[in-house]
Nanobody, 116 residues
Framework: QVQLVESGGGLVQTGGSLRVSCAAS????????MGWFRQAPGKEREFVAR????????YYADSVKGRFTISFDNAKNTVYLQMNSLKPEDTAVYYC?????????WGQGTQVTVSS
């Protein structure tokens, strides 16, 4: 079955950078859409960014556009989220998502905390 394992979260100061990773296994993900979502305390889970597993096409939430970059390494089956110019409002648990063939798969999440 599909397994998604996130890593790379942590504590960073405002304006800093962090890269979170998601190692995917159990499928060939070229036919999937790989994405990142986040959930802050007391808030709904929200979309952050997505990329087609076949490469190219990316899409970002307005709140992160120009600051975050999503990428997918097909050889490693790993999706990355490079986060720059971080703000306190980016503090959340970040979840990896793989969507394909009518199913959504989720990782366990990794905490990102941005201190002011």
């Amino acid at each position: 079955q599909v397994q998604l394992v996130e890593s790379g979260g942590g504590l960073v100061q405002t304006g800093g950078s962090l890269r979170v990773s998601c190692a995917a296994s159990g499928r060939t993900f070229s036919s999937y859409v790989m994405g990142w979502f986040r959930q802050a305390p007391g808030k709904e889970r929200e979309f952050v960014a997505r990329i087609r597993g076949s490469g190219g096409s990316t899409y970002y939430a307005d709140s992160v556009k120009g600051r975050f970059t999503i990428s997918f390494d097909n050889a490693k089956n790993t999706v990355y989220l490079q986060m720059n110019s971080l703000k306190p409002e980016d503090t959340a648990v970040y979840y990896c998502n793989a969507a394909g063939f009518g199913y959504d798969h989720w990782g366990q999440g990794t905490q990102v905390t941005v201190s002011s």
